[in-house]
T-cell receptor, first 110, second 114 residues
């Protein structure tokens, strides 16, 4: 079945550092790819998405490119802030339900 | 727009009991999906309701059941609770249609089974 693998962390960075969280997927079709963020005690918020190969999703300084050849959707941000501390989930959807990765906890220190 | 709302926010139940969780979808959405998120893990798909019927189901036992009402709101019922059912239960709403890929999640219900 479909699956998502991502680096599990935790990832600890200093403010203004560069962030990369790796995500790879396995899917039989051509899924849409997503990054969701979960702040402490809250539900999931959509961070960005890409619906087809070579699409780049971006939001709030975060970006990720749908790479079909490497089945990857790595999340990047050039300069992280303390407020970016959260758990980040990579996910795919080939229909109406989502398959999530295990999440990566990011801590940004001032 | 209130977005997706779930109730209650927290719940403590005893092993063997039954529980009902509730979800109101985002305005204009017609599909509700339920996910279980165990501590430190990613959400796992339980099932999805559309037009008051269960359309898709993940790998969860029959103890997990649901319902969708004519106003699109939904309930998740879990019978014979086990300690392992302790988790954050998330509701997601979406709109069926070509190109509609996005789902909106509620804040979740934290269920603790003791």
């Amino acid at each position: 079945g479909d699956s998502v693998t991502q680096m599990e962390g935790p990832v600890t960075l200093s403010e203004e550092a560069f962030l990369t969280i790796n995500c790879t997927y396995t899917a039989t079709g051509y899924p849409s790819l997503f990054w969701y963020v979960q702040y402490p005690g809250e539900g999931l918020q959509l961070l960005l998405k890409a619906t087809k190969a070579d699409d780049k999703g971006s939001n709030k300084g975060f970006e990720a490119t749908y790479r079909k050849e490497t089945t990857s959707f790595h999340l990047e941000k050039g300069s992280v802030q303390v407020s970016d501390s959260a758990v980040y989930f990579c996910a795919l959807s080939a229909g109406q339900n989502f398959v999530f990765g295990p999440g990566t906890r990011l801590s940004v220190l001032p | 727009d209130a977005g997706v709302t779930q109730s209650p926010t927290h719940l403590i139940k005893t092993r063997g009991q039954q529980v009902t969780l509730r979800c109101s979808p985002k305005s204009g959405h017609d599909t509700v999906s339920w996910y279980q998120q165990a501590l430190g893990q990613g959400p796992q798909f339980i099932f999805q309701y559309y037009e008051e019927e269960e359309r898709q189901r993940g790998n969860f036992p029959d103890r997990f059941s649901g319902h969708q009402f004519p106003n699109y709101s939904s309930e998740l019922n879990v019978n014979a609770l086990l300690l392992g059912d302790s988790a954050l239960y998330l509701c997601a709403s979406s709109l069926v249609g070509p190109g509609n890929t996005e789902a909106f999640f509620g804040q979740g219900t934290r269920l603790t089974v003791v």
